[in-house]
């Protein structure tokens, strides 16, 4: 898949607020308030799988079989959440 292309999946929606020309009022319903937190809590995840994969060994797994593919991702995690920790710290 190409950067900046847009994918349309029927029943999803975005929140982006009031749009321009609007008359004001509320800034989205409560649906679209709810959405907007989800799409916030996904950025998260996917941005802890973009530092597991880039900065903790998660993109090129050399080892075969399910155990010791988990298990090499488990140590990714684990070293993940330790490097969280100390920047928590300082």
Partial sequence: MRAGRTIYVPGIRTY?????????GKQGTRN?????????ERSVVERVNGR????FGGRFVRVKGDVKVM????????????DQLMRMIQ
């Fill in 32 to 40: 679209d308030q709810h959405e907007a937190i989800r799409y916030n």
């Fill in 71 to 82: 298990c090499h991702l488990m140590f990714g995690i684990l070293a993940l959440t330790a």
């Fill in 52 to 55: 597991l994969k880039d900065e």
């Fill in 16 to 24: 982006h607020g009031t749009q321009k020309g609007d008359s004001g």
